[in-house]
């Protein structure tokens, strides 16, 4: 029996990375950075937390996916952080709660009576 063996992306991609593939790879960091930090900073507010806690948790988790991520096109950031919004619809209204009515029965959670006028 062949024991676990580990071994992140990063270490065999490294290997044959070249210029070419930095400045591709530094252009789309850029990119993920301008709309991942405004939806860091979303995203705390949202949880409750302060704008900065968005941010640090988007750095932090960026850097553990990137070093443990598995896959060169798995794309990890900070929309992993939306389970924490969905959770909290969940809690409060239920599964029913992430879903948006077809028709507009009588509804005791004021949030769908305006969706429904």
Same mark, same amino acid.
Request: charged share 10%.
């Given at each position: 029996?062949? &024991?676990?063996e +580990?071994k %992140?992306?990063?270490?065999t !991609?490294?290997?044959?990375?070249?210029k *070419?593939?930095?400045?591709?790879? =530094?252009?789309?960091g /850029?990119?993920? @950075?301008?709309?991942?930090? %405004?939806?860091?900073?979303?995203? @705390?507010?949202?949880?409750?937390?302060?704008? *900065?806690?968005g941010?640090? !948790?988007?750095i932090? &988790?960026? +850097? /553990? /996916? $990137?070093? =443990? @991520?598995? $896959?060169?096109?798995?794309i @990890?950031? %900070? !929309?992993?952080? +939306? /389970?924490?919004?969905?959770y909290?619809i969940?809690? *409060?209204?239920?599964i029913?709660?992430l879903?948006?009515p =077809?028709?507009?029965?009588?509804? %005791?959670?004021?949030?769908?009576?305006?969706?429904?006028g």
């Open positions: 029996m062949k &024991a676990f +580990f %992140p992306k990063l270490f !991609t490294l290997q044959n990375y070249s *070419e593939s930095f400045m591709a790879d =530094l252009m789309a /850029i990119i993920v @950075g301008i709309v991942a930090l %405004p939806l860091a900073i979303a995203f @705390g507010i949202a949880s409750g937390v302060s704008p *900065e806690k941010i640090i !948790t988007a932090v &988790a960026g +850097f /553990i /996916i $990137s070093l =443990l @991520g598995g $896959s060169k096109v798995q @990890g950031g %900070p !929309t992993g952080a +939306f /389970i924490v919004i969905i909290g969940i809690q *409060e209204y239920g029913s709660g879903t948006v =077809l028709s507009c029965p009588d509804s %005791p959670h004021n949030r769908q009576r305006a969706m429904c």
